[in-house]
């Protein structure tokens, strides 16, 4: 029951944070509770919904501007459904790290609900030579919320290997994105500033960080929260997965977040196993491996250096406050 109430208030505070930089796509699904967190979540849906729908209806109905068709997500699937390529932006949106994504069935990416038109849709694909089509699907992201949208989807050959592919592309249709950038690249350089000055550093680091490299250093700090159970790309690939080189992810991460990016992924993992340790019943030997360590020894003295106490006391004092 616990464990329940915990899941859907992060996933609550996870929509939170998307909401908060920008991003209105983003829908939770919905179950059959009928308490208070429940009547939550339904009034955020409708108000990402009613703030996506304001933005695009003004893009179409000011004439005077031009309405921008931003392509987010691109897929593109051999002809058993595997995921061959993504873009950049959908790790970003998923909060996937590439890899977990590349090799991977793509119904895995989508609702249950969603497959099921997947599948009828993909029965036509794979008997026509040439088709063409659109169809809604609501995509599932590492934070479990779900993103409804509109794809997009056809099929060519691949001249090199002469087999089927299928590319799927979401598009979004907005006229405010230029104007959105540049607000939010005021906010963020003015936010750094000041960040800069508290910690009693120069206003001028050494390497100049544009607003695309903090946007690119910030996805990826995403993307490491909602992966801490997996193995962790070289810095040199995951530089190149948020589309950006390994100096200046080291450089900008430490600017940003005052510490390296694997010191703060053994932070986040075993602040993640702290608390699963204090509110969970789960073993210990699972937290573990659930957070990305691969030996108990390893993550028993991590955790004893971190915190200055071995795992098992802390779950031995958390029982002990329970009774």
Not at 121 to 138: A, N, V
Not at 144 to 153: F, R, T
Request: proline content about 2%; aromatic content about 10%.
């Amino acid at each position: 029951m616990e464990t329940n109430l915990h899941h859907r208030m992060q996933v609550i505070n996870t929509m939170l944070l998307e909401m908060a930089s920008g991003n209105f796509f983003y829908r939770i699904e919905r179950n059959s509770e009928n308490d208070d967190i429940e009547a939550l979540i339904l009034t955020l849906n409708m108000l990402a919904e009613e703030i996506q729908d304001t933005i695009v209806h003004q893009g179409y109905a000011n004439t005077d501007q031009t309405n921008l068709d931003i392509v987010q997500m691109s897929f593109i699937l051999d002809k058993k459904g595997i995921v061959q390529m993504v873009n950049q932006l959908t790790c970003s949106i998923l909060s996937c790290l590439y890899d977990d994504i590349v090799g991977n069935d793509f119904e895995n990416f989508i609702t249950e609900e969603s497959t099921i038109m997947w599948s009828a849709i993909w029965k036509q694909l794979i008997k026509k030579e040439i088709f063409d089509t659109s169809i809604g699907l609501h995509f599932k992201s590492k934070g479990n919320l779900i993103i409804p949208k509109i794809a997009y989807i056809s099929t060519f050959h691949d001249f090199a290997t002469n087999d089927k592919r299928i590319l799927i592309t979401v598009i979004h249709h907005s006229n405010f994105r230029n104007q959105l950038d540049a607000d939010l690249k005021q906010r963020v350089i003015k936010d750094e500033k000041l960040t800069l000055v508290r910690k009693g550093k120069s206003t001028k680091p050494k390497i100049r960080l544009s607003f695309e490299d903090i946007r690119k250093i910030r996805e990826g700090h995403d993307i490491i929260i909602n992966n801490l159970e997996s193995d962790f790309p070289s810095l040199k690939d995951f530089a190149l997965q948020i589309g950006t080189n390994e100096f200046k992810l080291k450089y900008g991460f430490k600017e940003l977040y005052g510490t390296t990016v694997h010191r703060f992924l053994m932070q986040e993992r075993l602040r993640k196993a702290q608390m699963m340790i204090q509110y969970s019943d789960v073993s210990i030997k699972s937290i573990a491996y659930k957070v990305g360590f691969k030996s108990m020894p390893h993550f028993s003295r991590s955790f004893k250096k971190r915190y200055g106490y071995s795992p098992s006391a802390l779950r031995n004092n958390s029982i002990s406050s329970d009774k």
